[in-house]
């Protein structure tokens, strides 16, 4: 099996007031192409460091992550930068959208980061926003938006530059149990294919039967893993 994402005895740790605490205590993950994957567990177990450092956004004491076979660790702030936006695709809880930008002017940000100029890559995003349901609101703003609508163009710029691997953080946790089964088939069906991976960390069970795989931690550590047949992974 080809993964999108390995990470091997990943260990990571926090200064606080009480000296370091470890956060991640060699952690073993793989993110398989073609499927999505969960990160569930308690809060403060370590979904969203983890989330983290497979994204390239925090640094990690030592082990090792591959992303698309790449070593993160070995690229450069610029290389990994440019890495980022080339090959991930991100959906924030509080979807981040920035407030004087239409939807489609939101949803096309990757694009515009590629190169293009803003209104080409504007007119690029509506497809997506099409097949999201937001065609008709592509001129609004953020505050014209509700917040499903806004999560709807979230989504959208997530995958408008057609990354590899989408990594999404709470997904679903401001929205109500109809809000959310929608914004998860609508991002399984456009990110879940043979090329690509979709790393999810939720607390939402209610969306669990959406995941090829849930990878369950505990205190900085896998505790178990289940496939979509539900039968846990030695």
Known sequence: MSFAVKCRDVIKSFESEAG???????VDLDVPWGEMTML???SGCGKTTLLSIVAGILSFD??????????IAKMSDALRVAFRRRTLGFIFQQYNLLPA??????????????GMELSAAAKAAMP??????????AAKLPRQLSGGQQQRVAIARALVHEPKLVVCDEPTAALDATGGRTVME???????????????????????????RIVRMEDGRIAGIETKALETVP
């Open 62 to 71: 030592s082990g090792d992550v591959e992303v698309d076979g790449q070593d």
């Open 20 to 26: 370091l605490q470890r956060v991640l205590h060699g």
């Open 40 to 42: 569930v567990g308690p």
């Open 128 to 137: 997506l926003l099409d097949q999201l349901g937001m065609g008709e609101h």
């Open 186 to 212: 609508m991002l399984r069906a456009a990110s879940v294919r043979a090329d690509r991976a979709t790393l999810v960390v939720t607390h939402d069970h209610r969306i669990f039967d959406f995941a090829d």
């Open 101 to 114: 930008l239409t939807a489609a002017e939101n949803a096309a940000i990757p694009l515009v980061a590629g």
